[in-house]
Structures are given as C-alpha cells and as structure tokens.
C-alpha cells in the first residue's frame, strides 16, 4: 500500500507518520508513504519500506497533478494553515485551506477520469465549521453555520469531498477534529494553542499566558486519540457514510477550570501557580465562537473512541512527550 500525507511536517502528520510506521493498519501492508508539506518533513524512524519527503505547496499550479501522479491507495490530507492565521490574513487563508485542497480533489479527478483510480481520501477538517447562535450540545444533524474565516474555509473543504465522493471519484471521509490537546513543541498561530499551553508550559516548569476567563468550555482530546481517529477511518468501510462523509469525532467537553483542576491533581499547585492570567479579547472573540460540546452518535457507532477525563489526556501527553514524568 501507498499512503500519501499532506501537512506530514506537522505534529499530527509527523505523528501519523511515526505511528503507520510503527505499527501497521489492519489490511494491506503499508510498503511506501509520500510526506509532503511546505517545510520539508522527516521520514519516520524504524519504517522498513520506501519514504520519499518533500518540500512543495499543495496551491502551486502543477503541485497536485505531481503528487497524485503515482496514484496513492490512501491520502492524508491534514495540510492547513490554523485558525489564528487564517484570520489575520484572509488571502493566504483560502489560498491554502480551499484552494489547495481544490487543486487536489481536481487532481483526483483528472487522474479518475482517465482510468478509473478512486483512492481513499482522509480530510481533516474541524470543529470550527459550526459558529453563530448553536446549542450547548450539537449532533450529527445541526446545519454547519461558520463565524470564522478558518471555519468557512474548512466548510467549504467538506463541501467538495462530499460532493467528489458522491460522484465516485474518492473514497472520502472527512473527520471534524476537536481541538488537540495537549499539542507537544512550541505555541503555534491558532487561536487555541492556550488551552495546551496551560497545561505543557506548567509541566515543564515554564509560565503559561491564559487569555479568557476559567468558565470558557470547549471541545478537546489528545493528539494520541487524533491519530486514532486517522487510522480508523483508513480501514472504515467508507459505504457506511451514504452521502454525509463528514463526522464530528468524540472528545470531552471541558472548562478551562477543570483543565486546570486535573493539572493540579496530576502535577500539583506549584504548576498551577505558573499560570498566569492575561486577557485578550480578540482570542476570547473566536474562542467563544466555537463549539462547546458535541453528541458525536455517528462517529461513536462506527468505532471511534476517546478519553474519559481530561486527567487521562494530561498522563497521555507525559507517558508520550516527557517520558512518563511530570
């Protein structure tokens, strides 16, 4: 099997990459994987069959055709800038999240078209996609009504894979992905790296910046979940989904509070006291915008899982960055 990552330089996409090479999907053995991202990314430790990396822009006229050109069985498309970026710059924004991922799904085509290739088409796309006046709980049946240019985009995304697997021309399933938490490396753009950075910073005995206030809940689960949930769905039988691939995934839904409450019972009050409360009303604008908690029933019927308590995604992280030591 060919698998082909998009974004393989980012936490998830290194992850995915180290996890596919450590342990194999239930099928087909994987024999070569692509990772390709805008930063060139690195081939992952220990895997025994063909990594070709490179460094190339998915939006670049001829990008796609190239990428797609050896014809993948399974393709990540986790390629993104975050939400905060998005925001600030609206050009840069579509021209990544949609027309990146156009560029791509046409590539497909052109490709099907010719001779009938159809590839499993694994899209990552996010929780940002609801906005406005939604319920406290959303289920699989609320409309997707976006507030953000990061949540338009992806919606759009959804759109297209939706429609081009309609049409046969991939095996898609778009997962809706829950904030990543606890997100190991340094902060990124996205509105929402505070809420891992309130808890990674205190772990290793550095301050953490808090911008809204405690009461502020939101959707979350740990980047060893999120791997999960992108190994699942390259084994799902796609025929599952009819004509709605996208699903939002499981997570938990927590308050900033209770974050801070399982770092103090997990590492104590002295990393607690590291956290330091700095309000920023543009970050507390978008974050109030987003989905708080979510009844995934599709997603849990077709076997996805996640944690239980926000203690178990702090032990995660330390059993998987700092080597089981807080």
Not at 16 to 37: K, V, Y
Not at 109 to 124: I, K, L
Not at 180 to 185: A, D, E, L, N
Not at 217 to 231: E, K
């Amino acid at each position: 099997m060919h698998v082909l990552i998009l974004g393989a330089a980012g936490m998830i996409g290194r992850k995915l990459a180290e996890s596919l090479a450590a342990r194999p999907l239930d099928g087909p053995s994987i024999d070569t994987m692509t990772l390709a991202d805008v930063v060139l990314p690195t081939a992952p430790a220990g895997f025994t069959g063909s990594a070709e990396t490179l460094a190339v822009d998915l939006a670049t006229p001829g990008a796609a055709q190239s990428l797609v050109s050896s014809k993948p069985d399974l393709i990540y498309h986790l390629a993104a800038i975050v939400s905060g970026e998005a925001e600030a710059d609206l050009e840069k924004g579509y021209r990544v999240n949609l027309d990146g991922t156009r560029a791509l799904l046409d590539a497909i085509r052109h490709q099907h078209d010719r001779d009938g290739w159809t590839p499993r088409f694994v899209f990552a796309s996010s929780n940002a996609v609801f906005g406005g006046d939604f319920p406290d709980v959303i289920g699989d049946d609320y409309i997707v009504t976006p507030q953000t240019s990061y949540g338009t985009q992806k919606a759009m995304c959804e759109l297209l894979l939706a429609d081009y697997a309609r049409r046969g021309i991939v095996r898609g399933i778009g997962l809706r992905l829950p904030t990543i938490c606890v997100r190991p490396g340094k902060p990124n753009a996205a509105a929402s790296g505070f809420f891992s950075g309130i808890i990674r910073e205190p772990l290793a005995g550095l301050e953490a910046v808090l911008p809204v206030p405690d009461e502020t809940r939101h959707w979350m689960t740990s980047p060893r979940s999120a791997i999960g949930f992108l190994r699942h769905a390259a084994t799902l039988d796609t025929t599952t989904l009819g004509d709605r691939p996208n699903l939002s995934m499981p997570a938990l839904s927590v308050t900033v509070a209770e974050q801070i409450a399982a770092l103090e019972a997990v590492a104590g009050p002295k990393a607690v006291a590291l956290i330091r409360r700095v309000p920023d009303p543009t970050i507390a604008r978008i974050v109030a915008g987003w989905a708080r908690a979510f009844a995934p029933e599709r997603a849990l019927s077709l076997g996805f899982t996640a944690e239980a308590s926000f203690e178990q995604i702090i032990r995660a992280h330390i059993e998987d960055e700092l080597g089981g030591r807080a």
